[in-house]
């Protein structure tokens, strides 16, 4: 059975201390009222940490967590203790609540937020940088498997792994056992690359997926005139779902047709302070995905 949930970044939350954030209440109680049963944690930090807490506040609200989110700079070897850090909390929280999924997303470098959907300039690792780099995804790969969670890496505009040959060579370098993918739908539009042909070769090692549409229009404009990431967002390059340029009835097709079990989350990154109702996306991407059957 597929489920829909949504998650924190469709309502402008990206960094915990962001102090645009909207309450971590109000993204629970708005998220259950536009017809949503789960949903991610966020960045650490942003909702409590103490897990009484957002227990009682996910059970006011009949809603599920389904994962958490780390987006920190593993390119980065001078940030590790950073990045493990928010690796370790999250996982603590992760299990605290039974969720099930642990996604690690290489965030944002200044060496690559310029070439951001222009995948032939992107500016490559030399073989001891990416090995390096391989070895701090493996060990966080590692730690979520520690603690019963299933891992899936998800490329990120402008970050390391953004371009599709970057995530397979990933995906190539670190067993299957301890990683999987979450596929997100709109970053994979965004570096230039067909989502659903990704998705057909595969399939069995997605485990967990991110619905994001992209507006084609923007996405030119962005690529183009190199706009920095929140700056599209802020743009509206992340549409509402079934405005854009991902075709999810296709995707759809072939979750079902692999017999995917599992959670399918929505987000819809947007400018905490923008002009956008976040719940009304919300509404509306429940209900368009309602009507091409999910």
Known sequence: MIEIGNAPCSWGVEFADDPRNPSWRKVLSDCAAAGY???????????????????D????????????????????????????????????ALVSHGAKHLVLIDSISPRRAPTAGRAAEAEQMGAAEWAGFVDRFRKVCQLGTDHGLTVGIHAHAAGFIDFEPELERLLGEIDDSLLKICFDTGHHSYAGYDPVAFMRRHIGRISYMHFKDIDPVVKARAVANRTGFYDACAEGIFCNLGKGDVDFPAVRQILLDAGFNGWCTVEQDCDPAGPTSPIDDARANRAYLSSIGF
């Open 37 to 55: 049963r789960g949903i991610e944690l966020g960045p650490i930090g942003f909702m409590p940490e103490d897990p009484a807490i957002l227990a």
């Open 57 to 92: 506040a996910l059970a006011e609200n009949g809603l599920t967590l389904i994962g958490g989110v780390v987006f920190r700079p593993f390119h980065d070897p001078a940030k590790w203790d950073e990045v493990w850090d928010a690796s370790v909390r999250t996982c603590k």
